[in-house]
Structures are given as structure tokens and as C-alpha cells.
């Protein structure tokens, strides 16, 4: 895999600042550019203490539903009776994200010692690296910083385990990764319990997301007064965020900006727009399970939790799918559709059946055999099939179907009236 | 409202439940049958099927009420317009792969997807012309069939075999709309309690081999039984077709048998269907064995007992009933009495998720009932004294060793050719359990009734009824202490 770009002048680098600096990679480099000072600092405090400066800076997850990071951990049961538990999310999986890959490809140390801080805030004595199956790369680099920073004695009595999924998607879904990790099917677990009271082994656990726990040195170094006041719109969001962008843009990459930075940078000052000659048709600002936003929205859309929903949509992940006016969008849905069909557990009726169902009826508009009547019967499949279910993956199918007809409804009425050439599927 | 009860309205009827309770155990109680697929109440909780979904006040969605507990004061609807809507949904989303081939299918007549697509599914399907899933049948144990095309993914199966029987064989392989229930590959749905799983499939997807085609679901008529496999007494349903039993199906019974029975147990009915039973009462005349009815035959016997006197040997199956059992003493009070059964062993088969649950070693329903009665064990002891006593009585065991120089009196329903009963002065057709009423008593001195699911063949009658005849004529119906 290839080395990032340089840095924008308009990026905020603070996780991104060691991408491409190979001996940032190494336990020798990581001290030499000042990591796991926050580490020492935070064995030095209660744990209690760093989980209210973690609340304090306003840290929200990064892996997709933004939870308050330091409210998360206060979770844990306060007297401790059982063993606790930290799972670290790394399934990245998402289709459009890729942000968790580059974190843990170069600065794989500063993701241990988030973990190791987090570890510390909510007195866990072991700790699990859930690794997506295809992260090759990354596996073989976070091996060799986890052997380095044993060897150093970093974790102290903390145990870490790396653990590699087998690549299925919904392993990425906080509970099903309990249940990976256990050695069970990747099924979603029902909720309650949740973590805190009951996850992995039954134990108390809190998961976190990659860059969630790589953000945490940074602001116990810098403080939370600094996090807090990385935010250019709404003081709920705080900090950088790192944007995977893909699709149609020049320059496609991580790119981490403020919250709060607007869409409309990112896409055109960033990463150079759309291929010369085209304009931006669509964006799925946060990976593929969020409804899609049309250029309007796009290009007024700011960049965090409260903006993107103020469009419709969500902040997700972060990972920004891109859209040209050349992008056929009923072949583009029918595709997401067709990777949850393929990723669904199985678990619930709507989501097993719905999203197969889903896909046929898209395939079946592409063909050219669509019906009128089609268009209704998704926007119905679609709204048995969210908020139905235990996880959200039929969801996250539900939401581009809803968006897509409501947004780009001439392009399906145009296969369904046979005025554009059918597509070959399957 | 009672001290640490959960107060709360399920479709507007108030209920009192204790805390813990799931909203689908509560609805109960309030007359509210909440349509499920994966839940069931002798397995753990899955949420799977997501048939469920309740409006709940205050909740911002549907809830499921299989694995949402009771609050004070929650208000559940069960009738409203969304719940209802999301039900129809699942209907319809179990139909598109379904085969709809009830007209062939076992389980139609019983079968919770069609009784929940009567009830409230679409009137059609908005499927279209897609294919559906198709998977060819596989053999997965000694009775059970597993037909993937009308599968569901409840998941009961994999969840009974692997937190009730704890042999986890099954499994749901593959993902997605491709999904449906594996065998682990070198194993086989062979457990002693694997039967189980055919009851607890709610479609027609997991089938017994022993069951298949031989009735549709409307023709059975059910009795309530008790099982004689064994000594545990499990409740069950005795299914007769035309006056056959077809089938022995678990009767919940959370003290005994919690919903399941063994396999044992299960096929432990062809033998209620011999045809070679003993239709009419013989008594030898001349030497020979001739049939007559019952008011010379009961005489003979009366007779018989009155112009006896000394000792008297009563030689038992520990599958009568007590009443038969408590009858034949008391016919025989008049004597200096032995009696004793045998019981087969066999090997124990405890059913590991629920305690107190097997299938006993002693394959006899009434060992426990017949030794409460004073019977002894000590059969060896019995077939000895019986060489020398006046009167013998055979209870029901054809086959015992009987050699008597006195007066043989056989009472039972079957007679080998080369049986030693076939000696008998006289030999008094009975009805087998499922032909009469009567009470056993299980391995915890559990009494239990069983009901009669079919009458007897001939002139047969249940063996209380023979012997309480026999100790009226003989004057000692009336109790004395």
C-alpha cells in the first residue's frame, strides 16, 4: 500500500500528523516524537480522573453512532466484582471508510496507548485488538508494535490480544465482535445488556473505535480545554475527524479536518473536486450505511454529528462516497443493497429476507423488467426494515433505498420506462 | 394488587405479574396471545424472529415483547396499527422463500406460519416472480427430516440442542437469505431427547420419520397421557387417528417434563396398537382354553378364590395402574399374600439443561406406585413362593415365569403362544393405558392420571374394572382397616 499525500494546508493534523513518517511506526520513533507521555501522565491519575478528562474534551466515537467517549466508559460498574473487559474496534469494514487502516499502518503506537489509557480509565485488566480479517498489512504491523511495547512494558499487568476477524462485515457491530472474540457465530446480541453491564464473557466491557482510542493521547497531553476547542460549528462535536474520501474526486485519501469543517472544502479544495469536466451529482457523507445527500446538500453540509443530520444524513464514519454526474445512482444503490444482502447475519427476519429481496427488486429495475408499483414496494420493504431489527445493518440497507428514490426518483423512472439501457446484473 | 407484583395494561386489561416477567409471558396472563416464532419458554431467549414487536407507551419503537421485561405502570398495545403492520411485514418476508406446500406438509393443521398468515397476514404476496431458495432435504437423525425450503430460522432447534440436550450439533451455516440449519458434518441428531426438536420447530421444516404422512394435524384426536417409557412419568398427548395412536407428543409439565419428552418415550406406543390382544375372557374346560363372557368367567374366578385358602401370590406389572394394583391386593386379602413386580432396566438418559429430568434407568411408569402398595422387588422370591401357592394372579406380564400348582389366574392383553400364562385356569382380556383411565405414580411419588385415548378391542376391560368386579362379588368392595 502506497504512502498518504502531504497535508493540506487546510487539514488539522493530530492523528494523521505521523502518516507516511515510517519510524513513527516503531516503539524507538513513537517515544522520540513524544508518545506515551500521555500514558505516564495518565497512570499517574485516577481513573476516574481521565475519564472526566476524556468527558471534559467532548470526544464522541468515531466508529459511527458518536456516543460521548468518556460518558461511555463512566458506564462501567464504579465497584469492581468481575474482570472488565476493553475491546478495541479495528473490523473497519464499512464500505467507503478507511481511516482505522492508515491509524493502525502508521502510528500503530498511538492506538496502544490509547488502549493502554483506556484500559486505565476503566480498570480493565485485558484488552482486545479486533483486527478485520483482510487488514494484512495492518495486522503484520500491529503484531510488531505490540511485541515492541510488551517488550518496554507499556501495558504494565494489562494483557492485549490482537484478534483477527474472518472478514465478514457484521463483525463490526459492537456485539457481534463479543461474540467473534468468544469463538460464537458474529451474531448481534440483543440489547440490553449492554457492554457495560454484560459483553464479552458476560463481563463488563466497552468497546471502542480505532480512532476513538487513538485521539485519547493527544488530549490527555494537550488537555481537554484544546480538544474542546478544536470545533468550528457546533460545541457538541470536538476535535479533528479523519475523512475517507472515494469516488469521484481528484484526489481521493484521509483527510482530517476540524469538526465542523464544511463538505464542500473537503470535496473540492481538498481533494480537488470531480474529474475535470463533471459535476458532483450525489455523497454518502459517512460511510455506506447513511442516507445519500444530493450536491445541494452536499455542498452546504458541515462536517459533524449535528451538521450532517441537519442534511438528512449522518456523519457516520466518515467515509465520504463521491458521485459524479456520470454515476448511474440506481446501479450504485443496488450495489450497497447487494453487499448487506451478502453481510446480513441472518439473525432477524427483515434484515435476512429484506435485503435479499431489496437487492432483487433493484437488479430487477436495472434489467429493465422493473414495475411502477416497485418504486412503492421498496420505500415500504424499507420502512419495515428499520428500526425492526437488533443491529442496524437493515438499516443501513433501508437508508440509501429511502434516500435514493426520494432524491434521484427520475433515474429509476427512467428504467422503469425503458428509457435507459438496461444494465447486465448478476 | 399483591406486595412486589409488576403492575401493568396489556391491551388495556390490567395485569399483575412478578418482576422479571417478559412482556409475551405477561400478555399472557391478560388473554393476549402475542404471535411468535423463535421464543419459546423452555429455551433461552433469541429475539430473532421478530414477530413479536409491541408498541410499548414512552418507547421510542416497537419493542419486542419476548425479551422485554415488565415496569410498573408500562402500557403495552399489541393492536395498533404499527405493531400490526410490522407483523404483516414478517409474514410476508417468511413467505417469499417459503413453498407454500401445505397441502403435502405434516405440519399444516398445526402450524404456527399458517395460523399467524391466516390470522394477519397480507392477502397475497408482492414477491413476483423471483425464485425462491431452494435446499434438498437432508436426513438429520434416527427420526428427525430436515426440509430447509420451509425453514424460518426460529433457530429453536440449534437453541434446544445446545442449551437444553448440550450436544450443540446444529448450527445455522451461511449468511444472509442463504442461510439455514447445518449438522455439524460427522455428527448425527441422535441424542436421546433430539425428538424435541420436531415439536419445537413452529413450521413443518423439522419432521419425524416416524410421524411422516401418516395423518393430517385435523384428524388426530388428543388424550392426555402419561408416558410409560420409564419412571420419570412425562406428560404427554396421545394422538389417535381412527382409534390408532400415531403419535406421543410432549404435554407441558413444568414440575416433570418442563415441554420436552425423550425418544424413547416417543416411540414407546406402537405396542398400544398390537392386533393380537386377547379379545374375550378364556377359561379352560375340558382341558382347554375357551372363550365365554364375562359373567361365567368372572364366576369361575370368584369361585375359584372361594374354594381357595392359604397363600396367594399376586405377580404384577409395574405398569398397571395403582387402582388395578390396589384392587388385586385387596381381591387377595383373604390369603396370605405375596406380590411383586420386575422392572426392565435399561440406561439412564438425563436431558442435561433441566435438572431432575431423564430417562430413568427403570422403564416402568408404576415401579414407584406398586411398591407404595406393598409390592415387593423380590420377584425371584415371588416366582418361588407361586410354585406352591393356592392362588396365582398374573397382573399384565405375559411373559413371567410363572409355574404354579395351584389355581393360575392370568389377567392381561396379549398372550404369546408359548407363554407360561397360556396354562391358566382363566385368562381375563384387559385394556392397555391407552384404552383406560388411571393413575401412576412417578420415580418422585408424583401422581399422576392418564386418560383413555381409544377403546379396547373386543370384550376387553381396564383391569380395575375386571377386579373391582371380582372383589365386589367376593364381598370386599367395602374398605376395612
Known amino acids: 500500500m502506497g504512502f498518504p499525500h502531504k497535508p493540506h494546508p487546510k487539514e488539522t493534523v493530530v492523528l494523521s500528523q505521523y502518516f507516511g513518517d515510517v519510524e513513527a511506526r516503531t516503539h524507538k520513533g513513537w517515544v522520540k516524537r513524544g508518545g506515551y507521555e500521555a500514558l505516564a501522565q495518565a497512570l499517574k491519575m485516577d481513573p476516574a480522573a481521565v475519564t472526566e478528562v476524556v468527558k471534559e474534551s467532548g470526544l464522541r466515537g468515531r466508529g459511527g453512532a458518536g456516543f460521548p467517549t468518556g460518558l461511555k466508559w463512566s458506564f462501567m460498574p464504579k465497584e469492581k466484582k468481575k474482570p472488565h473487559y476493553l475491546c478495541v474496534n479495528a473490523d473497519e469494514s464499512e464500505p467507503g471508510t478507511f481511516k482505522d487502516r492508515e491509524i493502525m499502518r502508521w502510528t500503530p503506537h498511538a492506538l496502544l496507548e490509547g488502549t493502554a489509557i483506556a484500559a486505565h480509565a476503566i480498570r480493565a485488566e485485558i484488552a482486545y485488538i479486533y483486527i478485520r480479517g483482510e487488514f494484512t498489512e495492518p495486522w503484520t504491523i500491529m503484531e510488531r508494535a505490540l511485541a515492541e511495547a510488551n517488550a518496554a512494558g507499556v501495558f504494565g499487568s494489562i494483557k492485549v490480544y490482537l484478534h483477527r476477524g474472518a472478514g465478514a462485515y457484521i463483525c463490526g457491530e459492537e456485539t457481534a465482535l463479543m461474540n467473534s472474540i468468544e469463538g460464537k457465530r458474529g451474531n448481534p446480541r440483543i440489547k440490553p445488556p449492554f457492554p457495560a453491564a454484560a459483553g464479552l464473557f458476560g463481563m463488563p466491557t466497552t468497546i471502542n473505535n480505532v480512532e476513538t482510542l487513538a485521539a485519547v493521547p493527544p488530549i490527555l497531553k494537550r488537555g481537554a480545554a484544546w480538544y474542546k476547542g478544536l470545533c468550528l460549528s457546533n460545541p457538541k462535536s470536538t476535535g479533528t475527524k479523519l475523512f475517507s474520501v472515494c469516488g469521484h474526486v481528484q484526489r481521493p485519501g484521509n483527510y482530517e479536518v476540524t469538526m465542523g469543517f464544511p463538505l464542500k472544502g473537503l470535496l473540492y479544495d481538498m481533494c480537488g473536486g470531480p474529474p475535470a469536466g463533471r459535476t458532483l451529482k450525489a455523497c454518502i457523507p459517512g460511510g455506506s450505511s447513511v442516507p445519500i445527500l444530493t450536491r445541494e446538500e452536499t455542498e452546504s453540509c458541515l462536517l459533524d454529528y449535528e451538521g450532517v443530520v441537519e442534511k438528512g444524513s449522518m456523519l457516520g464514519s466518515g467515509g465520504v462516497i463521491v458521485f459524479d454526474d456520470s454515476a448511474d445512482m440506481v446501479y450504485q444503490i443496488m450495489r450497497l443493497a447487494r453487499f448487506y444482502a451478502h453481510e446480513s447475519c441472518a439473525q432477524c427476519t427483515q434484515c435476512r429476507e429484506g435485503t435479499a429481496w431489496t437487492t432483487k427488486i433493484m437488479e430487477r429495475i436495472l434489467s429493465g423488467q422493473g414495475k411502477t408499483k416497485d418504486l412503492d414496494l421498496l420505500l415500504d420493504l424499507s420502512e419495515n426494515m428499520t428500526g425492526k431489527t437488533i443491529c442496524v445493518l437493515s438499516d443501513s440497507c433501508a437508508a440509501p433505498i429511502v434516500s435514493g428514490i426520494k432524491k434521484f426518483r427520475g433515474e429509476f423512472e427512467a428504467y422503469l420506462a425503458g428509457k435507459r439501457q438496461p444494465v447486465m446484473v448478476g | ?481
Open chain 2, 1 to 481: 394488587m399483591a406486595d412486589g407484583m409488576i403492575n401493568l395494561t396489556i391491551d388495556g386489561a390490567p395485569v399483575s405479574v412478578p418482576p422479571g416477567t417478559l412482556v409475551i409471558e405477561a400478555a399472557k396472563q391478560a388473554g393476549v396471545l402475542v404471535p411468535h416464532y423463535c421464543y419459546h419458554p423452555g429455551l433461552p431467549v433469541a429475539g430473532v424472529c421478530r414477530m413479536c414487536l409491541v408498541e410499548i407507551e414512552k418507547a421510542p419503537k416497537l419493542q419486542i415483547a419476548c425479551a422485554t421485561t415488565v415496569t410498573e405502570g408500562m402500557v403495552v398495545k399489541t393492536q395498533t396499527a404499527p405493531s400490526k403492520s410490522a407483523r404483516q411485514s414478517v409474514l410476508e418476508l417468511l413467505l417469499i422463500n417459503h413453498p407454500l406446500d401445505c397441502p403435502i406438509c405434516d405440519q399444516a393443521g398445526e402450524c404456527e406460519l399458517q395460523d399467524f398468515v391466516f390470522q394477519e397476514g397480507r392477502d397475497g404476496t408482492r414477491y413476483g416472480e423471483y425464485a425462491k431458495r431452494f435446499n434438498p432435504v437432508e436426513d438429520f437423525g434416527p427420526d428427525v427430516l430436515y426440509v430447509p425450503n420451509r425453514c424460518i430460522l426460529c433457530t429453536r432447534c440449534v437453541r434446544f440442542m445446545e442449551d437444553v440436550a448440550k450436544e450443540p450439533v446444529l448450527n445455522v451455516s451461511e449468511r444472509g437469505d442463504r442461510a439455514f440449519i447445518g449438522i455439524h458434518p460427522e455428527a448425527r441428531l441422535d441424542h436421546p431427547w433430539a425428538g424435541n426438536v420436531v415439536d419445537l420447530c413452529p413450521v413443518g421444516s423439522l419432521l419425524s420419520k416416524d410421524f411422516l404422512h401418516k395423518a393430517r394435524a385435523w384428524e388426530l384426536d388428543k388424550t392426555a397421557s402419561i408416558c410409560t417409557g420409564c419412571s420419570q412419568g412425562c406428560n404427554i398427548t396421545l394422538d389417535t387417528r381412527d382409534e390408532v395412536v400415531v403419535r406421543v407428543r410432549p404435554r407441558p409439565n413444568l414440575e416433570v417434563n418442563r415441554y420436552f419428552i425423550c425418544d424413547h418415550g416417543r416411540m414407546h406406543y406402537k405396542w398400544m396398537n398390537r392386533g393380537d390382544r386377547i379379545e374375550a375372557p378364556l377359561i379352560r374346560r375340558d382341558g382347554e382354553l375357551k372363550a365365554t363372557d364375562w359373567d361365567e368367567a368372572l364366576d369361575r374366578v370368584a369361585g375359584i378364590l372361594r374354594g381357595a385358602s392359604g397363600t396367594a401370590v399376586a405377580l404384577v406389572s409395574p405398569g398397571a395402574s395403582s387402582e388395578a394394583l390396589a384392587l388385586a391386593k385387596r381381591l387377595l386379602s383373604g390369603f396370605s399374600w405375596t406380590g411383586a413386580f420386575q422392572v426392565v432396566m435399561g440406561e439412564e438418559a438425563p436431558l442435561p439443561g433441566v435438572p431432575n429430568l431423564a430417562l430413568r434407568a427403570e422403564r416402568a411408569p408404576n415401579a414407584k406406585g406398586a411398591e407404595n402398595l406393598g409390592y415387593s422387588r423380590d420377584y425371584a422370591r415371588a416366582l418361588e413362593a407361586a410354585k406352591t401357592a393356592a392362588v396365582v394372579l398374573v397382573l399384565d406380564d405375559p411373559d413371567c415365569a410363572v409355574e404354579a400348582s395351584g389355581a393360575l389366574i392370568y389377567l392381561g392383553s396379549v398372550l404369546g403362544a408359548d407363554a407360561p400364562c397360556r396354562r391358566a385356569d382363566v385368562i381375563l382380556p384387559i385394556a392397555n393405558v391407552a384404552e383406560e383411565e388411571g393413575t401412576f405414580t412417578n420415580c418422585d411419588g408424583r401422581d399422576q392420571r392418564y386418560y383413555q385415548a381409544k377403546p379396547a378391542p373386543g370384550m376387553a376391560q381396564p383391569a380395575a374394572w375386571v377386579l373391582g368386579e371380582l372383589t365386589a362379588a367376593l364381598g370386599l368392595a367395602e374398605l376395612t382397616r
